[in-house]
């Protein structure tokens, strides 16, 4: 019987978390890119004072 090959699968291990970590660092970039491109919404219309029955 073979034994496990740990450094392969450690490597591997590295590999898919560098790509995960890539992958996250390319959508955070996107959503700041896509966050500063929008215009700043205006701000909220000030509510007139309610009107007391007389």
Known sequence: ????????AKHQR???KKQKKEEKRK?????????????????PAPTPPP???S
């Open 1 to 8: 019987m073979a034994k496990p090959n740990y450094a392969f």
């Open 27 to 43: 959508r955070k970039a996107e959503a700041a890119a896509a966050a500063a491109t929008l215009p700043p919404s205006p701000p």
């Open 14 to 16: 590295e590999i898919a």
């Open 51 to 53: 009107v007391s029955p």
